[in-house]
């Protein structure tokens, strides 16, 4: 969420065809919730001068925890005056606590439009009293810049990730598996490394960036099947290890399983894949739909089907030219889709709209 609040902002700061200002809170992870509290505060207020002073024709929310100042703003701006909007991603609509819960469909009343960035979230959003006529479904993007087109051959690219991350190059991976994210239950890594990986040869790796509260569950995971020399974790990777794993790596696992009130709105990572030149095999659940086109960026599986992810992966196994000809599939559909340039565009346009000015045209964003 804080990575697509950031690239919209840089996407809407420079668009030419509106005026735009933000109020941003810059924070490290380790502060952010001790600083969120005070900076909503002063937010509330510069809004509200902002609105009296008719600087502003919408205002647009990054989240649903920002958006919760819309109910505060309702009470004392007519929204035909401003028009009052919200990203919504997917936890933070779908967050198990009670209060919250009670406290959306408040939020949802106070928001004119509200901008679901999957099918599956704008779900959740209805589901919880959101009206259909305030809801437009706007996907997340990525910054067209940020991984490179990759030059090298596989071969060079997997010496340089095993010199950079440690290998003694005995067991070098014949088909090598990367997943980054959160290691939190809904992701499913726990499941494909019992379920899936000891169907598959003893040559395939699994590597997977990032950490939370199912690293050691994974590892003990690895333990139980025998497959401990075939996980590495990397733990949190910089932005140059990031790449080089993209880049070094032959397809992308998005092995996500369902968890109540913990959902996969979207799932940047898998944009990042597909623009470093690398399908994804993912779950067909929640926003990951909206995400992968099955032939396009990589292939939908049944949920929790260990056969069926099976059978996906080993359809790459050994297989040079089908991994670079669906590789250049991936990177082409993403930057054609998912640019920020283009998601941008549909934003401002669905802004405009609300806010009943003139529309501007858009490329269509699936």
């Not at 929310?61 to 919760?68: K, N, Q």
């Not at 051959?153 to 959160?182: A, I, T, Y």
């Not at 009130?261 to 597909?274: K, N, S, T």
């Not at 991994?323 to 549909?346: C, N, P």
Request: charge should be neutral.
């Amino acid at each position: 969420m804080q990575r697509v609040a950031t690239e919209l902002h840089e996407a809407l700061e420079t668009h030419p065809d509106i005026e735009y200002s933000s109020i941003v809170l810059r924070s490290s992870w380790r502060w952010t919730h001790v600083k969120t509290g005070p900076f909503l505060a002063r937010t509330l207020a510069e809004l509200r001068r902002r609105i009296d002073a008719r600087e502003v024709d919408v205002v647009l929310f990054s989240s649903m925890v920002s958006a919760a100042l819309a109910v505060f703003l309702a009470r004392s701006t007519n929204p035909k005056d401003v028009v009052l909007a919200a990203v919504v991603h997917g936890r933070d609509v779908t967050w198990d606590f009670g209060p919250y819960q009670r406290f959306v469909p408040r939020i949802f009343d106070a928001l004119d439009l509200v901008l679901p960035v999957s099918r599956a979230t704008a779900d959740a959003c209805l589901s919880r009293g959101l009206r259909r006529d305030r809801l437009v479904v706007v996907p997340n993007g990525i910054s067209l810049s940020r991984f490179e087109p990759v030059r090298s051959n596989r071969k060079e690219r997997r010496r340089v990730l095993l010199e950079q991350m440690g290998g003694d190059g005995k067991s070098e991976p014949g088909l090598l598996l990367c997943s980054v994210g959160r290691q939190v239950k809904r992701k499913g890594f726990v499941w494909f490394v019992d379920e899936v990986l000891p169907l598959l040869p003893d040559d395939v790796h699994y590597w997977l960036a990032g950490e939370g509260p199912e690293s050691e569950d994974i590892l003990a995971a690895a333990r139980r099947r025998n497959v401990s020399h075939r996980v590495r974790p990397l733990g949190r990777v910089s932005e140059c290890d990031l790449e080089l794993l993209y880049a070094a790596s032959d397809l992308f696992i998005m092995p996500n399983v369902p968890v109540r009130g913990d959902m996969e709105g979207f799932g940047v990572v898998m944009l990042e894949a597909g623009l470093s030149g690398l399908p994804t095999i993912a779950s067909r659940l929640e926003g990951i739909a909206d995400v992968i086109q099955e032939g396009k960026n990589g292939h939908l599986i049944t949920t929790m089907d260990a056969w069926a992810f099976s059978e996906a992966i080993m359809a790459y196994y050994r297989n040079e030219a089908k991994l670079a000809r669906a590789g250049e599939r991936a990177r082409s559909f993403v930057t054609e889709r998912f640019g920020w340039s283009a998601v941008a565009d549909r934003y401002v346009n669905e802004l405009r709209k609300a806010a009943t000015l003139t529309p501007v045209p858009y490329e269509a964003v699936a």
